[in-house]
């Protein structure tokens, strides 16, 4: 049974992190393609967030995506070396703050404050006393429309299994047991997904939690199997992530944001506005911007258009559509 004190000992401890973390991904052909092929498509209605609070972050595998879509993210974790860690890798993003906690408790969390709860590939290896434990935390610490998706062991619905089977699962939690510590809290399960690691067996489970009321509270919870997961889902992402080419490495877009204005308050405003420049260089796709220069004078607000597409030649001056719209738009009269 994996304790506490057992999972200390083997994240904190034993286990050296070969590739921190993307050994876990690699049937899929890295995290990258994990993230988008199955964990965002599951998350995004949750995403962006304001503050985004990520339980056993280990050495940042989903921090690094989920980074790129919240204001603010805390990262909690019992093993003090992945802390170490994640806080020298993230160093540069102040909107990152890492915590050593104690496995069933969230106090670097205030109440009330948190948007989404995040967990995944972690806390299947917590039992039931430790779901149960987070479960009060969750309630304490969830805003009024938050949610929470976590990832945890379904071994206790299977019956007798081989342990060498269930790669080190939870045999005490299940889907039904984690509807009921959340009923319990006064929160409400409103999506379960029960899915097969491995084979047909349906030893995970994915649990989104939310308060009663929430704009997230469908008033029922739905529970649907997936036995896909590695005989089709992860077999089609490890194709795909060897047919076209890898993403490049992703850039901390708010870190950026964050380092400008502190530029500017320690008052190098020239140093700030050319971080800020640089920053939405690289984020804002100019074909986008072009196009909805274009749309909005096509919908009658001829101001916003000529406004958008200046802002785009003075960002991309090398853009030939945009300067080409521009000068076309300043000689057309306003269409209101």
Known sequence: MPSLVQNLMVWDASYDWPEDGEEWSAAWGGSANHWSMWLYPRVRAFLPAKKVLEIAVGHGRWTQYLAQRCDELIGVDIAGTAIAHCRQRFADDPRLSFHVNDGTSLAA?????????????????????????????????????????????????????????VHWRAPSVSAAIVERFAASAGLRCVIQEPFAWEAQTLTDCISVITRPGSRWDTGANRVEPNDRYRTEETRMGLTVAGLYPPAPPLAQHGASHAEALNLAAAGDAQGARALLANALRRTIAPEALNDLAVLSHRCGDHKTAITLLEALVCLHPDDVAARENLADLRTQPDLR
């Open 109 to 165: 969390a205030s109440d009330r404050s948190v948007d989404l709860v995040f967990s995944f590939d972690s806390l299947v290896h917590a039992e039931a006393d430790v779901l149960g434990g987070y479960m009060v935390e969750f309630a304490r610490v969830l805003s009024d429309d938050g949610v929470v998706f976590i990832h945890h062991s379904n071994v206790a619905a299977l019956g007798a299994v081989d342990p060498e089977r």
